[in-house]
């Protein structure tokens, strides 16, 4: 059963001043109601909360039998009769109708108008008739390209909506046939259009095709008529015709069927496409593709087929991309692109609504309390009448189309209430004698009729089961007797109204813990976003209001993920997340308060807050709710305190307190060096130097590594994008570099930290800027050759060295710390180091290389590095770029020094095999007449 809230969805309604009681009305844009009533036509003004005032009238060909408005074109279209004849008309320029007798232009639909016209077209009503050769049955306008198409016996005629250019000045709406949709075997009740998507009712069967421009594949267009395709095979073997046989003692029903995609074209309908538009049409259907055939079997529980049991009210309901649901721009309505496309039908006691645009699926089911005879969809509500109740039901249309919009959703970025979350009934309101009833805005236009006291009476069923006659009993209306009518417009409250209502009408449950309190924030969830993808029809301080309870709804859903025990506990992430509430904001709303001298911290809760520490926000907690998180994690989860204790968000925690909770930890299933560490890291931040060391002699080196790699933020943090050395790290810089080196590394192999980040942070430890290599990022690169990287590393990494080698030795600057390996070191532990070569040693004996750094840089730079170094600087040398100027400069001082010091024929075994013999002919003639000069 579906469950019910005793909510207040419809505000004001007033009677709309009609003459006649209405036989047809709908609903005009967003200002506009028609109705029609005895050969005429009535426009009413319908604005916001003022009253109904009538606009205009004008008359029909004949009484109304079908009327739909068209917001692309502006247009009205119309099935009227007269003399048992029906005609198809449309209604075009009507607000320039100022009174019923003004002129009216009719023309016949196609008919180019010509430019003397174009002051009558521009000031007066034209009425465009269409002919068809099949009497219309029903009449659906594309909400977004206004096109309209037109339902006869065995086929759909489509009119595809043009604008004629008269002049710069004036344009006149037309109306082209464009296409025929023969289909076998149904004959069309209702029938619904949208952008290519055709959906097809009739009594007890629903048919849904897509018309693709794509001339591949699919049932092709033919351009003249012939018969239609031959019905495929149905999927229970037997033929429409001979289930429809019927006798006077027997009903032979169909079975229902629910046919899927491909599927549904086992269904037996055949269709096929007929071009009747012209050559240079720009949008041309050529085949069809079939979504979904559901057939239905009639109710015969009480051994009688009643006639009123059949489909009703088919619509395609779009909605259209927005963008961001959270962004201040306004998007246009001549920008609607479809993102998703929703279909409703229903029974007198059951409706369903479908998803058919990636994927047909039934999205859910309606259950009626009682007898159904109209409803109608809006991206927000389902409204259904009854004969004496006016009933709001919650769809699940905005949920479907956010999952198509944002790639996101779901993730612990972002979240939606599911699909497959149960509807509900807002409100079913007491409304006597319903008979119609249609919506457009935030209106809904309701018809009632009173009947007046009727007779029973008493006649045979025409229909019967079995070979007894059943009789039934019907009301008869007395014919003196005349019923009262009213035509109401009812204002629906807005939406932000509406979601307060729902917001206080869950604190109800919240004591509780119940399931209730989320599934009604829920729907309110849903019903903010459902407004927000209407955007285009939303004014600025509209948009601000939903998007302030768009936030709201996700605090207030991240509030029952954290504190209720669900399975979906961990949604109070993503729901804080967009909530645009701070760590310290959500805090602020947990209750601290403890029962019975135990707190308990539940799963949802713990989540967000061990997520948002790992996730590095420039933001940092006051001592006072600090303290609060370490006591939370000791009470539910304590494994995580080391972690926590790490986070930059938890700066100004009180390092005795954090001391005192780390000494109560259970290390066992626990890393103790990490506990240790940690408890390092405290005693430094307290200025313990003696505890500080004590903690760090009780692990092995190696050891110690293994906890930086545990948790990397003991050693390196994010701000605000960029990375910072702890407190711990400057510390190790200072008293054992050797150990944070080694760390980092630790980090670099076990992908926590790359390479890039590792470069800057050394930088920034060593208060270098971003030209300046600092001694420990040599070390640190000299460590990684060791560490036998993939040779893809390898090469940037050897021209890093090689660069700084030379820098050095060429400027004479030596490092600034102490190298933490020699070249010796170097060279038994690296297989990228080679033996020193002969001529490195009249370079080590040159005066010039008094320094032993300088010589210890020119003996790690002497190996086959030669090979790799000189080909590679020529190359990125050629590549230019920002550091052009550096490379060359790099190269020319280089080849000076080499120059000088080796021997013609060392010379020529370090030089590139490629390159440009004019560039290096210098250098070579100065190293073969350097003996003669001396």
């Given at each position: 059963?579906?469950?019910?809230?005793?909510?207040?969805?419809f505000?004001?309604?007033?009677v709309?001043?009609?003459?006649?009681?209405?036989?047809?009305?709908?609903?005009g844009?967003?200002?506009?109601?028609?109705?029609a009533?005895?050969?005429k036509?009535?426009?009413?003004?319908?604005?916001?909360?003022?009253?109904?005032?009538p606009?205009?009238?004008?008359?029909?060909?004949?009484?109304?039998?079908?009327?739909?408005?068209?917001e692309?074109?502006?247009?009205?279209?119309?099935?009227?009769?007269k003399?048992?004849?029906t005609?198809?008309?449309?209604?075009?320029?009507?607000?320039?109708?100022?009174?019923?007798?003004?002129?009216?232009?009719?023309r016949?639909?196609g008919?180019?108008v010509e430019?003397p016209f174009?002051?009558?077209?521009?000031?007066?009503?034209s009425?465009?008739?269409?002919?068809?050769?099949?009497?219309?049955?029903?009449i659906?306008?594309c909400p977004?390209?206004g096109d309209?198409?037109v339902?006869?016996?065995n086929?759909?005629?489509?009119?595809?909506?043009?604008?004629?250019?008269?002049?710069?000045?004036?344009?006149?709406?037309?109306?082209?046939?464009?296409?025929?949709?023969?289909?076998?075997?149904?004959?069309?009740?209702?029938?619904?259009?949208?952008?290519?998507?055709?959906?097809?009712?009739?009594?007890?069967?629903?048919?849904?095709l897509?018309?693709?421009?794509?001339?591949?594949?699919?049932e092709?267009?033919?351009?003249h008529?012939?018969?239609?395709?031959?019905?495929?095979?149905?999927?229970e073997?037997?033929?429409?015709?001979t289930?429809?046989?019927?006798?006077?003692?027997?009903?032979i029903?169909?079975?229902?069927?629910e046919?899927?995609?491909e599927k549904?074209?086992?269904?037996?309908?055949?269709?096929?496409?007929?071009?009747?538009g012209?050559?240079?049409e720009?949008?041309?259907?050529?085949?069809?593709?079939?979504?979904?055939y559901?057939?239905?079997?009639?109710?015969?529980?009480?051994?009688?087929?009643?006639?009123?049991?059949k489909?009703h009210?088919?619509?395609?309901?779009?909605?259209?991309?927005?963008g961001?649901?959270?962004?201040?721009?306004?998007?246009?309505s001549?920008?609607?692109?479809?993102?998703?496309?929703?279909?409703?039908?229903?029974?007198?006691?059951?409706?369903?609504?479908?998803?058919v645009?990636?994927?047909?699926?039934?999205?859910?089911?309606?259950q009626?309390?009682?007898k159904?005879?109209?409803a109608?969809?809006?991206?927000?509500?389902?409204?259904?009448?009854?004969?004496?109740?006016?009933?709001?039901?919650?769809?699940?249309c905005?949920?479907?189309?956010?999952?198509?919009?944002?790639?996101?959703?779901?993730?612990?970025?972002?979240?939606?209430?599911p699909?497959?979350?149960?509807?509900?009934?807002?409100?079913?309101?007491?409304?006597?004698?319903?008979k119609?009833?249609?919506?457009?805005k935030?209106?809904?236009?309701?018809?009632t009729k009173?009947?007046?006291?009727?007779?029973?009476?008493?006649?045979e069923?025409?229909?019967?089961?079995?070979?007894?006659?059943?009789t039934?009993?019907?009301l008869?209306?007395?014919?003196?007797?005349e019923?009262?009518?009213?035509?109401?417009?009812v204002?629906?409250?807005s939406?932000?109204?509406?979601?307060?209502?729902?917001?206080?009408?869950?604190?109800?449950?919240?004591?509780?813990?119940?399931?209730?309190?989320?599934?009604?924030?829920?729907?309110?969830?849903?019903?903010?976003?459902?407004?927000?993808?209407?955007?285009?029809q939303?004014e600025?301080?509209?948009k601000?209001?939903l998007?302030?309870?768009?936030?709201?709804?996700?605090?207030?859903?991240?509030?029952?993920?954290s504190?209720?025990?669900?399975?979906?506990s961990?949604?109070?992430?993503p729901y804080?997340?967009?909530?645009g509430?701070?760590?310290?904001?959500?805090?602020?709303?947990?209750?601290?308060?403890?029962?019975d001298?135990?707190?308990?911290?539940?799963?949802?809760?713990?989540?967000?807050?061990?997520?948002?520490?790992?996730?590095?926000?420039?933001?940092e907690?006051s001592?006072?709710?600090?303290?609060?998180?370490?006591?939370?994690?000791?009470?539910?989860?304590?494994?995580q305190?080391?972690?926590?204790?790490?986070?930059?968000?938890m700066?100004?925690?009180?390092?005795?307190?954090?001391?005192?909770?780390?000494?109560?930890?259970d290390t066992?299933g626990l890393?103790?060096?990490?506990?240790?560490?940690?408890?390092a890291?405290?005693?430094?931040?307290?200025?313990?130097?003696?505890?500080?060391?004590n903690e760090?002699k009780s692990?092995?080196?190696?050891?110690l590594?293994?906890?930086?790699?545990?948790?990397?933020?003991?050693?390196?943090?994010?701000r605000?994008?960029?990375?910072?050395?702890t407190?711990?790290?400057?510390h190790l810089?200072?008293?054992?570099?050797?150990?944070?080196?080694?760390?980092?590394?630790?980090?670099?192999?076990?992908?926590?930290?790359?390479?890039e980040?590792?470069?800057?942070f050394?930088?920034?430890?060593?208060?270098?800027?971003?030209?300046?290599?600092?001694?420990?990022?040599?070390?640190?690169?000299?460590?990684?050759?060791?560490?036998c990287?993939?040779?893809?590393?390898?090469?940037?990494?050897f021209?890093?060295l090689?660069?700084?080698?030379?820098?050095?030795?060429?400027?004479k600057?030596?490092?600034?710390?102490?190298?933490?390996?020699?070249?010796?070191?170097?060279?038994?532990?690296?297989?990228h180091?080679?033996?020193?070569?002969?001529?490195?040693?009249?370079?080590?004996?040159?005066?010039?290389?008094?320094?032993?750094?300088?010589?210890?840089?020119l003996?790690?730079?002497?190996?086959?590095?030669?090979?790799?170094?000189?080909?590679?600087?020529?190359q990125?040398?050629?590549?230019?770029g920002e550091?052009?100027?550096?490379?060359?400069s790099?190269?020319?001082?280089?080849?000076?020094v080499?120059?000088?010091?080796?021997?013609?024929?060392?010379?020529?075994?370090?030089?590139?095999e490629?390159g440009?013999?004019?560039?290096?002919?210098?250098?070579?003639?100065?190293?073969?007449?350097?003996k003669?000069?001396?």
């Amino acid at each position: 059963m579906v469950q019910l809230y005793n909510l207040h969805p419809f505000g004001s309604q007033q009677v709309v001043p009609c003459k006649l009681e209405p036989e047809q009305f709908c609903g005009g844009g967003r200002d506009a109601l028609f109705v029609a009533a005895g050969c005429k036509v009535e426009a009413f003004a319908v604005s916001g909360q003022e009253l109904c005032r009538p606009r205009c009238a004008f008359s029909t060909l004949g009484r109304v039998l079908r009327l739909a408005y068209s917001e692309a074109g502006d247009y009205l279209v119309a099935i009227e009769e007269k003399n048992k004849a029906t005609f198809l008309r449309a209604y075009v320029n009507w607000r320039s109708k100022r009174t019923e007798n003004s002129r009216v232009c009719i023309r016949m639909v196609g008919h180019n108008v010509e430019a003397p016209f174009s002051e009558t077209f521009r000031d007066q009503m034209s009425i465009v008739e269409m002919p068809l050769s099949e009497a219309p049955l029903c009449i659906s306008c594309c909400p977004v390209k206004g096109d309209l198409l037109v339902g006869c016996t065995n086929k759909l005629v489509l009119f595809s909506l043009k604008y004629q250019i008269i002049n710069e000045e004036c344009s006149v709406l037309n109306f082209e046939r464009s296409l025929i949709i023969h289909i076998d075997n149904i004959t069309p009740i209702e029938i619904s259009f949208c952008v290519g998507y055709v959906a097809v009712m009739s009594d007890l069967e629903v048919l849904i095709l897509k018309l693709e421009s794509d001339p591949k594949g699919g049932e092709n267009v033919n351009h003249h008529p012939q018969k239609t395709k031959k019905p495929m095979k149905q999927a229970e073997g037997i033929s429409n015709e001979t289930l429809q046989i019927e006798s006077d003692d027997f009903v032979i029903c169909q079975k229902p069927m629910e046919l899927l995609g491909e599927k549904s074209e086992q269904s037996g309908i055949s269709v096929t496409l007929e071009s009747t538009g012209l050559a240079d049409e720009k949008i041309k259907y050529f085949h069809v593709q079939h979504l979904l055939y559901r057939r239905f079997a009639p109710d015969i529980s009480s051994y009688v087929l009643s006639d009123d049991i059949k489909l009703h009210s088919l619509q395609l309901l779009p909605i259209y991309q927005t963008g961001s649901l959270t962004s201040d721009t306004k998007s246009s309505s001549q920008e609607k692109e479809l993102l998703s496309l929703f279909c409703f039908f229903s029974l007198p006691h059951v409706g369903y609504l479908y998803m058919v645009v990636k994927s047909v699926e039934l999205m859910s089911v309606y259950q009626y309390p009682e007898k159904s005879q109209q409803a109608v969809l809006t991206p927000q509500f389902l409204h259904v009448i009854t004969s004496n109740y006016l009933q709001c039901y919650t769809v699940r249309c905005s949920a479907a189309a956010a999952r198509e919009e944002d790639p996101y959703v779901d993730t612990t970025l972002k979240a939606c209430p599911p699909v497959s979350m149960d509807v509900c009934a807002l409100r079913i309101q007491l409304f006597i004698g319903l008979k119609a009833i249609c919506h457009f805005k935030n209106h809904v236009i309701l018809l009632t009729k009173a009947d007046p006291e009727t007779i029973p009476e008493r006649k045979e069923s025409p229909k019967r089961l079995g070979s007894k006659k059943v009789t039934s009993v019907t009301l008869r209306t007395p014919p003196v007797a005349e019923a009262g009518w009213n035509l109401y417009i009812v204002n629906t409250i807005s939406s932000v109204q509406l979601y307060k209502e729902m917001v206080d009408y869950s604190n109800t449950y919240k004591t509780a813990k119940t399931q209730s309190c989320i599934h009604l924030l829920s729907e309110a969830h849903l019903l903010v976003r459902a407004a927000l993808m209407e955007a285009c029809q939303l004014e600025p301080g509209e948009k601000a209001e939903l998007i302030e309870a768009f936030k709201d709804s996700c605090a207030h859903l991240g509030d029952c993920y954290s504190r209720l025990d669900t399975q979906h506990s961990h949604l109070a992430l993503p729901y804080y997340k967009m909530s645009g509430l701070s760590m310290a904001e959500v805090l602020a709303r947990v209750d601290w308060a403890v029962e019975d001298g135990s707190q308990k911290y539940e799963r949802g809760l713990i989540f967000y807050i061990n997520h948002s520490l790992y996730e590095n926000l420039d933001e940092e907690l006051s001592e006072e709710l600090a303290a609060k998180v370490v006591q939370m994690f000791h009470v539910a989860e304590p494994k995580q305190l080391p972690h926590i204790l790490c986070s930059p968000s938890m700066k100004n925690i009180d390092p005795l307190t954090a001391i005192s909770y780390l000494r109560k930890l259970d290390t066992s299933g626990l890393s103790s060096v990490l506990v240790t560490l940690t408890k390092a890291a405290m005693a430094l931040k307290m200025g313990d130097l003696d505890m500080h060391r004590n903690e760090m002699k009780s692990h092995s080196e190696m050891k110690l590594v293994c906890g930086f790699i545990l948790e990397p933020r003991l050693l390196i943090q994010q701000r605000k994008g960029q990375v910072v050395p702890t407190e711990f790290a400057v510390h190790l810089k200072e008293t054992q570099p050797g150990l944070l080196v080694a760390s980092v590394l630790g980090l670099q192999k076990n992908n926590k930290i790359a390479i890039e980040e590792a470069d800057s942070f050394f930088k920034v430890l060593c208060g270098k800027d971003e030209d300046t290599i600092p001694q420990l990022l040599v070390d640190f690169w000299e460590a990684l050759l060791v560490a036998c990287l993939p040779d893809v590393v390898l090469q940037e990494l050897f021209f890093k060295l090689t660069s700084q080698y030379i820098w050095r030795l060429s400027k004479k600057q030596p490092p600034d710390t102490i190298p933490l390996r020699t070249s010796e070191d170097l060279i038994n532990t690296c297989s990228h180091y080679g033996l020193i070569n002969p001529w490195v040693n009249v370079l080590l004996s040159s005066d010039s290389l008094e320094d032993k750094n300088f010589m210890d840089d020119l003996s790690k730079l002497q190996t086959l590095w030669w090979k790799k170094l000189l080909p590679e600087l020529c190359q990125r040398i050629k590549r230019g770029g920002e550091k052009y100027q550096l490379y060359l400069s790099s190269l020319k001082e280089t080849l000076s020094v080499v120059a000088v010091e080796l021997e013609l024929r060392d010379f020529l075994n370090v030089l590139p095999e490629d390159g440009t013999a004019a560039f290096f002919l210098p250098y070579l003639l100065y190293c073969s007449r350097k003996k003669s000069l001396t």
